[in-house]
């Protein structure tokens, strides 16, 4: 068989093109460093890659969502605790109240002015807000303050129920938050019902 000198000349022409084709492509693989920059260079990788690509990606959003979940709860555990204290501490104002043999009237009027004071404290404690702005004890209705009034009328909660949970992993969530409603209103108490009379030195 005998081969044309047209057929050599296509021949070498293709064999060229093949290898231009070729340097093209390592020529991307290693300005990129990547062995697969399209789904035609390796079908099977490529469908690996985009597989675990999803699952990185799923991976990076667990990793903000736990960050974000951490820093609610210390928040809240942060607020908890000043709140403890203050109710410690006003526990400690009633007491030294009661001891009426030695106080005298300006001292009395210094503990009413402290616990004013520690009752504005507490309000604040409990409409804190986390860095998004959001109310922490509001329950669903985070943008609203949740804990309004005073010592005279009384305070009211207009927050909810509802807590919020954040997803960690494919079938993991947590709880990030807490209502207002569960932690401070929702609590038993011994004796339901107080009973107040006029004292007789009045």
């Known amino acids: 068989m005998r081969i ?3 057929q050599i000349f296509n021949i070498a022409t293709n064999s060229l093109a093949d290898t231009n084709e070729a340097l ?3 020529q991307e693989q290693l300005s ?23 699952e990185l990606a799923g991976i990076t ?28 501490r006003m526990q400690e104002v009633a007491v030294q109240a009661g001891n009426s043999a030695t106080l005298t009237q300006n001292e009395y009027n210094s503990l009413a002015s402290e616990v004013d004071s520690r009752l504005d404290e507490l309000m604040n404690l409990l ?14 209705k985070s ?18 129920d509802g807590q ?4 960690v992993a494919n079938n993991t ?12 209103q929702d609590i038993d108490s011994a004796h339901k019902t107080v009973n107040t009379y006029a004292s007789a030195a009045n």
């Not at 607020?79 to 403890?84: A, G, H, P, R």
């Not at 303050?145 to 909810?160: I, K, L, Q, R, V």
């Not at 919020?164 to 997803?167: G, L, R, V, Y």
């Open 4 to 6: 044309s000198s047209l």
């Open 24 to 26: 093209i492509k390592t």
């Open 32 to 54: 990129t460093g990547k062995r697969v920059n399209t789904a035609s260079d390796d079908p099977v990788a490529a469908t690996k890659i985009m597989s675990l690509s999803g």
């Open 61 to 88: 959003q667990y990793r903000k969502n736990i960050d974000i979940a951490q820093n609610n709860l210390a928040l809240e555990e942060s607020i908890l605790s000043s709140v403890n204290n203050l109710m410690t």
């Open 127 to 140: 409409n804190t807000q986390n860095a998004n702005g959001d109310f922490i004890f509001g329950g669903y």
């Open 143 to 160: 943008s609203a303050e949740p804990f309004t009034g005073s010592a005279n009328s009384g305070f009211n909660y207009n927050g909810d």
């Open 164 to 167: 919020q949970f954040i997803k």
């Open 173 to 184: 969530t947590v709880a990030a938050s807490d209502s207002g409603k569960k932690i401070f």
